[in-house]
Nanobody
Framework: QVQLVESRGGLVQPGGSLRLSCAAS????????MGWYRQAPGKQRELVAA???????NYADSVKGRFTISRDNAKNTVSLQMNSLKVEDTAVYYC?????????WGQGTQVTVSS
């Protein structure tokens, strides 16, 4: 059974940086599309960034140039480097795996950007 476990988020000041990691158990990680989503209070869950099996990436316009998604197939991990964080980046961040029409979610981790 595939499980996704995100690293702990945290409290960061505006302009700061934070790196999230997600460890995936199970098979077929290298051929999966991995993504990071977020959900702020009162808002719908939205895609932040995704990376395909051939390392094509896609970013939400709001994070382009600030966030970077990467993957390590040897370690079955996907990471999200977040720089120049803004208050509006505050949300619960979820790791996601998509493969053959099936989607799996991590439990989510809180990121709070505040002074």
């Amino acid at each position: 059974q595939v499980q996704l476990v995100e690293s702990r988020g945290g409290l960061v000041q505006p302009g700061g940086s934070l790196r999230l990691s997600c460890a995936a158990s199970g098979m077929f990680f290298s051929i999966s599309t991995m993504g990071w989503y977020r959900q702020a209070p009162g808002k719908q869950r939205e895609l932040v960034a995704a990376i395909t099996s051939i390392n094509n990436t896609n970013y939400a316009d709001s994070v382009k140039g600030r966030f970077t998604i990467s993957r390590d197939n040897a370690k079955n991990t996907v990471s999200l480097q977040m720089n120049s964080l803004k208050v509006e980046d505050t949300a619960v961040y979820y790791c996601n795996r998509a493969l053959a029409g099936r989607t799996i979610w991590g439990q989510g981790t809180q990121v709070t950007v505040s002074s």
